[in-house]
C-alpha cells in the first residue's frame, strides 16, 4: 500500500519547503524515541516522509506515481523492488505501481524487498548500509547569541564507536575471519512461501555486519560489538539569525553502529526572551515611552541595542503610534546585510497636572491646540 507522505506530516500536497520543514521539526520533536511518550516507529515514518517531500526529484517522482523507489532507472513501483535489467517473470515492471492494490502491495513489498538482492535479480550483490540511530536533545541561548551566532560545547551520552577498536569489534591486532553465519557471503538467504509461490529473499548478515567478516579476537572494551555507550562533548556553531524552535542538525553526530554510518544530531534551540526587543523577521521591535513636552518640541533619545548604545532624533509634533526607524541594527540575514530596529513611540500623558501646566494647556486650548 502507497503511504501518503504529505499525511504523515500533516500539510497540504502544494506546500512549501518551508512548511515541510517546519511540520517535520514539531513532529520529530514529539514522536522522537529518546522523548517520554515518544515513538520510535511513528518517527520513522516521519523520517522517511521528509527525506522524500524535502528532495525535488523525489518529491516530483513521488507526487507522479505516489510512490519513490531508489531502484536504477525506476520511474516507479514499490520501495526495494528493483526491476532494472528484468526479472524472474521475464517482464518489464519499470512502470507497475502496486501502491493501490491494498494488501498486494504489503505481500510484494514483503517479498521482493530487500538490501541484497531478491529472486528478480534487481538488487545485484549491493550490500546494506547499516546506519545508527538519529537522536535529538535542546538547548538554551540567550537573545544577542540568537541574532549574532554563537559556539556552545554538548556534553551527551550516547552509543559512540568504541575508542579501542574504531568500531571493527577486534583486539587491536586481530585477524579477521570468516563469518560463519553467512560463510562470507555478508547476506543470509531465505526463503519464504506465499500464495504466488515459494520465494527467496535476501537480508544483510547481522553477524558480520554484512561484511563477511568477524574479527578472530573480540574487542576487550565493547566486547566484539564495535561500540559503547558514553559521553562525548560536541561543538555546536549556532548561525547569527537562528529563530526560537527552529532545529540544527548535525549530520553524523547521531548513534553510531559497527560497521556503518552514524544517525544525524538534532538540537532544538530555545531562545531566551529580551527585556526590550522582539523580533519580527529580519527587524527587531521595541516600545518607547516619550514625554508628551518632548513630543511637542521634539528632542535626541539615547536607546540601548544589542552592541552600543544610539542616540535617536524624536521629531517635533510627532504623533502616538508612529514608528521610528533606526537602520542596520537588525538581525543580519545576509553577507553584510541587517534588518534595522523599530521603535514603536508611546507618548506618556501626565497622570496629575500642576496649577501651571494647567494653566499653560487652557493656552493651548484656546489656541485650538
Given at each position: 500500500?502507497?503511504?501518503?507522505?504529505?499525511?504523515?506530516?500533516?500539510?497540504?500536497?502544494?506546500?512549501?519547503?518551508?512548511?515541510?520543514?517546519?511540520?517535520?521539526?514539531?513532529?520529530?520533536?514529539?514522536?522522537?524515541?529518546?522523548?517520554?511518550?515518544?515513538?520510535?516507529?511513528?518517527?520513522?515514518?516521519?523520517?522517511?516522509a521528509y527525506q522524500i517531500l524535502s528532495d525535488d526529484r523525489k518529491r516530483a517522482q513521488y507526487d507522479q506515481f505516489g510512490t519513490y523507489s531508489t531502484g536504477g532507472g525506476q520511474g516507479a513501483g514499490f520501495g526495494g523492488f528493483s526491476a532494472g535489467g528484468g526479472s524472474a517473470f521475464g517482464g518489464d515492471f519499470d512502470n507497475i505501481n502496486f501502491g493501490g492494490m491494498g494488501d498486494?502491495?504489503?505481500?510484494?513489498?514483503?517479498?521482493?524487498?530487500?538490501?541484497?538482492?531478491?529472486?528478480?535479480?534487481?538488487?545485484?550483490?549491493?550490500?546494506?548500509?547499516?546506519?545508527?540511530?538519529?537522536?535529538?536533545?535542546?538547548?538554551?541561548i540567550a537573545f544577542h547569541e540568537a541574532i549574532f551566532g554563537a559556539e556552545r560545547?554538548?556534553?551527551?551520552?550516547?552509543?559512540?564507536?568504541?575508542?579501542?577498536?574504531?568500531?571493527?569489534g577486534g583486539q587491536r591486532g586481530s585477524a579477521m575471519k570468516k563469518c560463519e553465519s553467512c560463510n562470507?557471503?555478508?547476506?543470509?538467504?531465505?526463503?519464504?512461501?506465499?500464495?504466488?509461490?515459494?520465494?527467496?529473499s535476501v537480508r544483510a548478515c547481522d553477524a558480520?555486519?554484512?561484511?563477511?567478516?568477524?574479527?578472530a579476537e573480540k574487542c576487550s572494551d565493547c566486547r566484539g560489538g564495535g561500540v559503547l555507550k558514553r559521553e562525548q562533548e560536541i561543538?555546536?556553531?549556532?548561525?547569527?539569525?537562528?529563530?526560537?524552535?527552529?532545529?540544527?542538525?548535525?549530520?553524523?553526530?547521531?548513534?553510531?553502529?559497527?560497521?556503518?554510518?552514524?544517525?544525524?544530531?538534532?538540537?532544538?534551540?530555545?531562545?531566551?526572551?529580551?527585556?526590550?526587543?522582539?523580533?519580527?523577521g529580519?527587524?527587531?521591535?521595541?516600545?518607547?515611552?516619550?514625554?508628551?513636552?518632548?513630543?511637542?518640541?521634539?528632542?535626541?533619545?539615547?536607546?540601548p541595542t544589542l552592541e552600543e548604545p544610539v542616540k535617536i532624533k524624536i521629531p517635533e509634533g510627532i504623533s502616538f503610534g508612529e514608528v521610528l526607524r533606526v537602520k542596520g541594527r537588525g538581525v543580519p540575514y545576509a553577507k553584510g546585510r541587517r534588518g534595522d530596529i523599530l521603535i514603536n513611540l508611546n507618548i506618556k500623558l501626565p497622570s496629575?497636572?500642576?496649577?501651571?501646566?494647567?494653566?499653560?494647556?487652557?493656552?493651548?486650548?484656546?489656541e485650538g491646540v
Open positions: 500500500m502507497s503511504k501518503d507522505y504529505y499525511n504523515t506530516l500533516g500539510v497540504e500536497k502544494g506546500a512549501s519547503k518551508e512548511e515541510i520543514k517546519n511540520a517535520f521539526h514539531k513532529l520529530a520533536h514529539k514522536y522522537h524515541p529518546d522523548k517520554k511518550g515518544g515513538d520510535e516507529g511513528k518517527f520513522k515514518e516521519i523520517n522517511e498486494l502491495g504489503d505481500i510484494f513489498g514483503e517479498f521482493f524487498s530487500g538490501g541484497g538482492g531478491s529472486a528478480f535479480g534487481g538488487g545485484g550483490g549491493r550490500r546494506e548500509v547499516r546506519r545508527g540511530r538519529d537522536i535529538s536533545t535542546e538547548i538554551e560545547n554538548l556534553l551527551i551520552t550516547k552509543t559512540s564507536l568504541c575508542e579501542i577498536c574504531q568500531g571493527s562470507g557471503a555478508g547476506k543470509i538467504h531465505e526463503t519464504k512461501r506465499s500464495i504466488f509461490g515459494t520465494f527467496t558480520c555486519g554484512a561484511t563477511g567478516e568477524v574479527p561543538k555546536v556553531i549556532i548561525p547569527a539569525g537562528i529563530k526560537d524552535g527552529e532545529m540544527i542538525r548535525m549530520s553524523g553526530m547521531g548513534e553510531a553502529v559497527s560497521r556503518g554510518t552514524p544517525g544525524d544530531l538534532y538540537i532544538k534551540v530555545n531562545v531566551e526572551p529580551h527585556r526590550i526587543y522582539r523580533r519580527e529580519n527587524n527587531l521591535i521595541m516600545d518607547l515611552n516619550v514625554r508628551l513636552s518632548d513630543a511637542l518640541l521634539g528632542t535626541e533619545y539615547t536607546i496629575k497636572l500642576s496649577r501651571t501646566a494647567r494653566e499653560f494647556i487652557e493656552k493651548l486650548k484656546g
